[in-house]
């Protein structure tokens, strides 16, 4: 079965540049989350979208955007990275608004020097 | 505000015998309940969920849980443990009566380590 697809899965960045992370949702899933895993940390959410609309937001930084296209892929947006970014950055996915199961992509690993 | 708790880093067991990981929760109202799986470099992958219904649920690779309203628990359990099952197994909890509803909050994770 189609899972979630996420890209790039490694990136490195220096200090006070910029990342795209990818995200590829469960084809008729219209519903994606993103989520922030620091090193040995569980994942803290960050910000949904439910039919291209942010329907949630945790504890995003300001320095990062996200948003989610017509074809419901997502992209999140980080600028002015700094080293406490570095972590494994997961996308999910689910049906509906309030859908129940969230199915989660392998991750991008971001690496900031 | 809604929480999980997992009160053991880890859990060390023989291959064979039954395994236990712990997990308690608060949230006000009804709870949504998932136990995921996370094996070395990969994403986190869904086992079970609670949400209405029989308090026993049935997941992937034989691990159930049991939902435990009184006591505010669900804890994963699996009647013979495999060396495979070696992970780190996160409890989540979503609280779909209150505001930011579709999140997971997650626990802190448990490590399980079968041992041969």
């Known amino acids: 079965a189609a899972g979630v697809i996420q890209s790039p899965r490694h990136l490195i960045k220096e200090k006070r540049e910029t990342a795209t992370l990818k995200c590829y949702p469960i084809p008729r899933h219209d519903t994606v989350y993103w989520y922030q895993q620091g090193p040995g940390q569980d994942p803290q959410f960050l910000i949904s979208f439910y039919e291209k609309m942010q329907s949630d937001k945790g504890s995003i930084p300001d320095r990062f955007s996200a948003q989610q296209f017509s074809d419901y892929h997502s992209e999140l947006n980080m600028s002015s990275l700094e080293l406490g970014d570095s972590a494994l950055y997961f996308c999910?996915?689910?049906?509906?608004?309030?859908?129940?199961?969230?199915?989660f992509g392998p991750g991008t690993r971001l690496l900031v020097l | 505000a809604q929480s999980v708790a997992q009160p053991e880093d880890q859990v060390n067991v023989a291959e064979g015998n039954p395994l236990t990981v712990k997990c308690t929760y608060s949230v006000s109202g009804n709870p949504y309940l998932f136990w995921y799986v996370q094996y070395p470099n990969r994403g986190l992958q869904f086992l079970l969920k609670y949400i209405t219904g029989d308090n026993l649920v049935k997941g992937s690779y034989g691990f159930e849980a049991e939902f435990n309203k009184s006591q505010t628990s669900f804890h994963l359990k699996k009647p013979s443990a495999l060396v495979s099952d070696s992970a780190l197994y996160f409890c989540a909890v979503r609280a779909p009566d209150q505001t930011g509803a579709n999140n997971l909050f997650f626990g802190t994770g448990t490590r399980l380590t079968v041992i041969p």
């Open positions: 999910a996915s689910s049906v509906g608004g309030g859908g129940e199961t969230q199915y």
